[in-house]
């Protein structure tokens, strides 16, 4: 058994990295294995809302999380990606593209990634035009006609951030109006250089090396906008793919209980990548503390 870690927590992103920070502070045996380090955090433009900030950046506060957790000297396997995770017997296996890994108990912190919207030139316009990120790409297209697809927090956070940058923003949604937080929608709302198309969504992206214009539907007529930049932000998709041996809702998300208990034993689940109601940082943050505390517990009984 000495080459079985006590805790493996996937993913460094708010709910992973408090969990280590958690778990060094209890002596565990633990190793986090994730692909990047600061998760959606760091692609987040302007934070308001973080108790103990009144203003930071997402990559200010994903530096923040790092340095926490750098402190501690946690073995951290970065660019990593899981694709397997499995029980057997009392211990739990994890197969990455680099290696396998037993532990006693895991927490699957995991995260999401962005949704596509599955139209004709996405593929083909990926990183030349069209991307995921306004936070990584947005200077790109400094002075530049760009869209923004999406109505909720993660579209009105790019919009922010592309409003200063762009020439002009046609902010695409497909509801009858913006779904995300009131005080982002209203400041986008006096911008005179955001166009907002409600009740309209993107039925082709068009170009011939680059992204040249989209092709919109709204209400029942069609139109074509030119842009050089498109700025997907329509949600997120659980990155839960590896873990097929736990319960997930039809959207993919690991179902836990309170106290962040997966339907296997040994298997634990914290933030975006679960079912609990809303995706905020701090609350990630506050999930991947309680499986730590939880997972702790059930070392000390198993």
């Known amino acids: 058994?000495?080459?079985?870690?006590?805790?493996?927590?996937?993913?460094?992103?708010?709910?992973?990295?408090?969990?280590?920070?958690?778990?060094?502070?209890?002596?565990?045996?633990?190793?986090?294995?994730?692909?990047?380090?600061?998760?959606?955090?760091?692609?987040?433009?302007?934070?308001?809302?973080?108790?103990?900030?009144?203003?930071?950046?997402?990559?200010?506060?994903?530096?923040?999380?790092?340095?926490?957790?750098?402190?501690?000297?946690?073995?951290?396997?970065?660019?990593?990606?899981?694709?397997?995770?499995?029980?057997?017997?009392?211990?739990v296996l994890i197969k990455t593209g680099k290696g396998e890994y037993e532990t006693k108990i895991v927490i699957i912190a995991s995260g999401k990634k962005s949704r596509e919207l599955g139209v004709p030139g996405e593929q083909e316009f990926k990183n030349k035009g069209l991307t995921y990120c306004a936070t990584c790409d947005g200077p790109l297209f400094t002075g530049k006609d760009v869209a923004v697809i999406g109505g909720g927090n993660s579209a009105l956070d790019a919009t922010l951030q592309l409003m200063n940058i762009a020439k002009r923003v046609y902010l695409i949604n497909i509801t009858s109006g913006l779904t995300g937080d009131q005080i982002m929608a209203e400041k986008i709302k006096r911008n005179e250089k955001v166009s907002i198309l409600n009740n309209a969504r993107v039925t082709a992206i068009l170009g011939e090396k680059l992204v040249k214009s989209i092709k919109i539907e709204q209400d029942t007529n069609e139109q074509n906008i030119a842009v050089e930049g498109v700025f997907v932000e329509i949600g997120l998709t659980p990155n839960s793919g590896?873990?097929?041996?736990?319960?997930?809702?039809?959207?993919?998300?690991?179902?836990?209980?309170?106290?962040?208990?997966?339907?296997?034993?040994?298997?634990?689940?914290?933030?975006?990548?679960?079912?609990?109601?809303?995706?905020?940082?701090i609350i990630a943050a506050g999930e991947g503390a309680k499986a730590c505390l939880s997972a702790f517990k059930y070392l000390a009984i198993h």
Not at 9 to 20: C, N
Request: proline share 2%; glycine share 10%; aromatic share 8%.
């Open 242 to 281: 590896f873990a097929n041996e736990v319960d997930k809702n039809k959207s993919g998300e690991i179902k836990v209980n309170c106290h962040n208990e997966t339907n296997v034993s040994g298997i634990f689940a914290a933030g975006d990548v679960t079912d609990v109601p809303e995706k905020q940082i």
């Open 1 to 91: 058994m000495s080459n079985v870690y006590d805790l493996i927590i996937i993913g460094a992103g708010p709910a992973g990295i408090t969990a280590s920070v958690y778990a060094a502070r209890k002596r565990m045996r633990f190793l986090v294995i994730t692909k990047d380090i600061g998760g959606q955090t760091a692609w987040s433009g302007e934070i308001e809302n973080y108790t103990g900030y009144q203003f930071i950046s997402g990559a200010e506060l994903a530096a923040k999380f790092e340095e926490h957790m750098r402190k501690y000297s946690i073995e951290v396997k970065e660019g990593e990606e899981v694709m397997e995770v499995r029980k057997k017997d009392s211990i």
